[in-house]
C-alpha cells in the first residue's frame, strides 16, 4: 500500500549507461588496496570495495587449490570495462586474475547517477 506507515517506497531504476558490477579476487591486502586506489583514481571505477576474509577453491593444473584471497568489487559503466580489465590485469600478479562483471539490473537512481558521473573520462 503506497505511503502506508513502516513501508518504504522501493526506488529502483535502469541508469542510462550500464552500471556493472566487477570481481576480482586478490591474493592479499597490499595487493587490493593498491589495484582499487588506481581504479578510482584512474575514474576506471566509481567505487571499489575491498572484503578480506574470502576462501577460494578452485582447480589449477589439474590440482585442487585453497586459497586465502581479498575479493574487490568494483562499479564502473559499461563502456569503462575494457579499460578496466586491462588495468586490473596490468597490476594483479595472477596469471589469470578473476575477472567476471554482471550488469546492475537496477538501483537507486542517484546513486547509478553518480557511478556514471565518477566514471565519465576526464575530456
Known amino acids: 500500500m503506497p505511503g502506508a506507515p513502516g513501508r518504504r517506497r522501493r526506488a529502483a531504476t535502469i541508469a542510462a549507461m550500464p552500471v556493472l558490477i566487477v570481481h ?6 597490499a595487493t587490493a588496496d593498491a589495484i582499487a ?13 575491498v572484503l578480506p ?31 578496466l580489465i586491462a588495468r586490473v590485469r596490468a597490476l594483479h600478479p595472477h596469471e589469470l ?6 550488469e ?11 557511478v556514471t558521473e565518477q566514471t565519465r573520462p576526464h575530456e
Do not use: F, H, N
Not at 588506481?38 to 567505487?47: F, H, Q, S, Y
Not at 586474475?97 to 554482471?102: D, G, K, Y
Not at 546492475?104 to 553518480?114: N, Q, R, S, T
Open 37 to 49: 586506489r588506481a581504479l578510482v583514481a584512474e575514474r576506471l571505477a566509481a567505487c571499489v570495495q
Open 104 to 114: 546492475a539490473a537496477g538501483g537507486l537512481a542517484p546513486y547509478l547517477a553518480w
Open 24 to 29: 576480482s579476487a586478490c591474493p592479499d591486502a
Open 53 to 83: 576474509g574470502m576462501r577460494s577453491t578452485y582447480r589449477w593444473d589439474g590440482a585442487i587449490e585453497q586459497a586465502d584471497e581479498v575479493l574487490l568489487i568494483a562499479k564502473t559503466r559499461d563502456d569503462r570495462l575494457d579499460a
Open 97 to 102: 586474475p578473476e575477472l567476471v562483471a554482471v
